[in-house]
């Protein structure tokens, strides 16, 4: 598990990918595991393989383009799908969940969070009793606890790298309505409203406490400017 924030991995990508893009015109570094899907494309075009997009954002589910739009001999699967009453299976792990679970490993790593409690229950359902106890009982979000997050100015890098990725590889998309105006819309509420790209401080949420029950305590009657 890396030990760098998650801000700070992707102030690191983008940074690196960023001054190679202006210089190039488009992404061939690689940061640590990562890359911008530009230099995914281009690391397989040259060997013959055909790459489709496949575009989350469009109101035709991720999984129905795949197997009616790029699979050409699953007719069956389409039909299925495009018949299908119910939602579609999904992971509802967003960004919040992994900073609750970084909340649950930090507080295991100072022992906080007991070897007999560690051996009782898993570290992710540690997180989820934790995100339902903040969200559902405490009636609180994210921005209630103490939070490190990029600044304006670094947010303000990181959207205009995403747009000139998207507008390169999805023109048509970029030009209509759902695109960059939605774009930019989604970004603001990511960045600013759900504060997705900031983490846990997790030294004065944790300072002073001697037990788990006291970090829940902390986190009920606490308040962080």
Not at 98 to 103: A, K, P, S
Not at 162 to 183: I, N, R
């Amino acid at each position: 598990t890396s030990t760098i924030p998650t801000w700070g991995l992707i102030r690191l990508w983008a940074g690196d990918s960023a001054s190679h893009y202006r210089q190039f015109g488009h992404t061939r570094t690689k940061t640590n595991k990562y890359t911008f899907i530009d230099g995914s494309i281009l690391a397989w075009q040259p060997h013959g393989f055909t790459v489709r997009l496949l575009n989350i954002h469009r109101r035709r589910h991720i999984t129905q383009q795949l197997l009616c739009e790029v699979i050409q001999d699953a007719p069956n699967s389409c039909r299925h799908l495009e018949q299908k009453t119910s939602g579609l299976v999904a992971n509802n792990n967003g960004m919040a969940w992994f900073l609750y679970n970084q909340i649950v490993f930090a507080a295991a790593g100072r022992g906080l969070i007991t070897e007999d409690m560690q051996r009782n229950q898993t570290r992710v359902s540690m997180t989820n009793e934790l995100m339902r106890y903040h969200r559902d009982v405490l009636n609180k979000t994210l921005v209630d606890l103490p939070l490190a997050c990029p600044t304006d100015e670094e947010l303000k890098d990181f959207l205009n790298i995403s747009l000139t990725v998207e507008q390169t590889w999805m023109p048509e998309w970029y030009a209509l309505p759902e695109g960059e105006a939605a774009h930019r819309s989604a970004f603001q509420k990511t960045a600013y409203q759900e504060r997705s790209f900031c983490n846990i401080d997790v030294d004065p949420l944790l300072a002073g406490t001697a037990s788990w029950d006291e970090v829940l305590v902390k986190m009920r009657d606490a308040t962080w400017v």
